[in-house]
């Protein structure tokens, strides 16, 4: 990402960064916490085409990134059956939360138009 791109996006009032940094440290917690568990299914078993983190699971992550934001996230962002990998999450999640925060905040979209 060009230093252009990204002093444009901070300077838009939008908390990507930030957003961007608690969905990571809650996917590796989470994903961490699953493989440490005693009880998980076996490898090379069906389990292993399901997805890591499923949609329902993944609602817990709007709690963390809340808290950058003024305003509640609906789950309606979170894609339904969930995500394969952190990347597939931010790229989903992140624009999805970057429009509703320029919803809740017009004059903060109309200052970056």
Not at 6 to 33: C, H, M, N, Y
Request: aromatic fraction near 8%.
């Amino acid at each position: 990402m060009s230093t252009a791109t990204k002093t444009q996006r901070q300077s838009s009032g939008f908390p990507e960064d930030e957003i961007t940094s608690s969905l990571e440290e809650w996917w590796d917690s989470e994903v961490s916490a699953r493989e440490a568990d005693p009880f998980a299914p076996p490898r090379g078993t069906l389990y292993d085409v399901v997805v890591a983190i499923d949609s329902l699971s993944s609602v817990n992550a709007l709690i963390m990134i809340e808290r950058h934001v003024d305003f509640e996230i609906p789950a309606q962002v979170i894609k339904r059956g969930g995500f394969r990998n952190r990347e597939e999450m931010i790229a989903h999640i992140v624009p999805k939360v970057r429009d509703l925060y320029f919803k809740h905040h017009p004059h903060v979209a109309a200052l970056t138009a």
